[in-house]
Nanobody
């Protein structure tokens, strides 16, 4: 299984980025997916979640209304559209497959992880 995250970069506060995570080696449509992020010196934390069919999503409170998670099962890809970016959004962003049946914002509910993509928001 391989998850390849891309789309990160340097952007000014208020700007937008769209992250992509392309999956291979698995039946993508069988898996709910999540995005997490890790800032320097901090723990990896939940950002967003989407069910296998895309019909339900869930967000960390700090990104609600600014970030949108979506997926295209035909392309085996999950996306994270990030608008109105803030300096505190600066982190490495990771996508992951959810295998557990518990809460979507819990790290150990996920097994396969991408390599991460750096997002830096300047003030």
């Amino acid at each position: 299984v391989q998850l390849q995250a891309s789309g990160g970069g340097l952007v000014q506060a208020g700007g937008s980025l769209r992250l992509s995570c392309a999956a291979s080696g698995l039946t993508f449509s069988d898996y709910a997916m999540g995005w997490f992020r890790q800032a320097p010196g901090k723990e990896r934390v939940f950002v967003a979640y989407i069910t296998w069919g895309g019909g339900s999503t869930y967000y960390q409170d700090s990104v609600k209304g600014r970030f949108t998670i979506s997926r295209d099962n035909d392309k085996n890809t999950v996306y994270l559209q990030m608008n109105s970016l803030k300096p505190e959004d600066t982190a490495v962003y990771y996508c992951a497959t959810k295998v557990g049946t518990g809460r979507p914002d819990v790290l150990y509910e996920y097994d396969y992880w991408g390599q991460g993509t750096q997002v830096t928001v300047s003030s």
